[in-house]
């Protein structure tokens, strides 16, 4: 299929696979003899890969250091992501579980510095500040 029909299949647009390519996440596909870029099932399944990590967090530049990989996460099973797995796609996913509990960390310090400073009971059902 086409870029086009690909994309739509994909739930993306045509300049999205393109950007894929370049950044090294979607491998440069088969082509026409007129130039045309050539997709079939297993591009499509890879592009809704790719963005369903994007989708949980992970940069372009993660995605771009496991590439190699994708193909381990069709399907429902998860191989060779574990502890004795790949190191290296191990150490993308914690280091973005550690940066997302530090958002966390960062945002539940917000609320309840703005919910202290309103009067307002914090979330986790202790009793509001005292004025």
Do not use: K, W
């Not at 440069?28 to 790719?50: F, S, W």
């Not at 069709?74 to 190191?87: M, R, S, T, V």
């Amino acid at each position: 299929m086409r870029i086009g029909d690909a994309a739509a299949a994909a739930g993306t647009t045509p300049r999205a696979l393109r950007f894929y390519e370049q950044r090294g996440l979607l491998p440069p596909p088969p082509r026409t003899a007129a130039g045309q870029r050539e997709y079939g099932p297993r591009e499509v399944n890879r592009v809704r890969i790719i963005r369903e990590l994007l989708a949980l967090g992970l940069t372009v530049e993660d995605v771009r250091m496991c590439a190699d990989r994708l193909h381990l996460l069709e399907g429902d099973a998860l191989p060779g992501y574990g502890e004795a797995g790949c190191p290296r796609t191990t150490g993308v996913a914690r280091r973005r579980l550690e940066a997302l509990d530090a958002e966390i960390e960062r945002l539940v310090r917000l609320r309840d510095d703005l919910a202290a400073r309103l009067g307002v009971p914090p979330l986790r059902g202790e009793p509001a500040p005292s004025r």
